[in-house]
């Protein structure tokens, strides 16, 4: 039998902890939301999400100050931690992932290809960011996006499950 995959993994935690997540995605135009719900009984966990590619709809629909994006640019800690918090708070979920940054191939705003911000809202109320650095193509860089996404999540899950 093959391994599970790491959204297997990720959704199992989450119905586990009795716990739900909803994302909000740019970068991934909605990878992330599509692993999770490729796996059989991801709606017991999984709640949905956004895609907010473009700049202004950070600010209409995933809750990003206006301010914040206008002092810090889309592809930053602040943003993402807004938008995972607010996807969160917008769906009611337990947790609430965002990422933004740059595919490529060209950069952005003075930021390059690879550079990718990963946010991430608990049930606890906090809300931490985290940058990745990725190479390749585009399509590596948006696939890796989604694994890193993935893998903190589940690591912040399982920790939480052993800490009890």
């Known amino acids: 039998m093959p391994p599970e995959s790491l959204a297997q993994r ?7 902890a009795e716990q739900t997540l909803a994302t909000a995605e740019s970068l991934t135009g909605g990878l992330i939301g599509a692993s999770l719900t490729a796996v059989p009984g991801a709606s017991k966990a999984y709640l949905g999400g956004l895609i907010t590619y473009a700049t202004e709809l950070k600010a209409s629909l995933g809750g990003v100050a206006a301010e914040v994006l206008g002092v810090h640019g889309a592809v930053s800690s ?5 938008m995972a918090a607010g996807v969160r708070r917008l769906t009611g979920a337990d947790w609430g992932i965002a990422v933004t940054g740059v595919a490529g191939p060209d950069p952005q705003d003075g930021h390059l290809p690879g550079e990718v911000w990963l946010g991430l809202a608990g049930p606890d109320g906090g809300c931490a960011a985290s940058r990745i650095d ?3 193509s585009r399509d590596q860089i948006r696939a890796g996006t989604v694994t890193a996404a993935l893998a903190g999540l589940l690591a912040r899950l399982e920790a939480a499950s052993t800490n009890g």
């Open 78 to 82: 602040q943003v993402a931690e807004e």
């Open 134 to 136: 990725l190479a390749g």
């Open 10 to 16: 990720v959704v199992a935690a989450l119905i586990a």
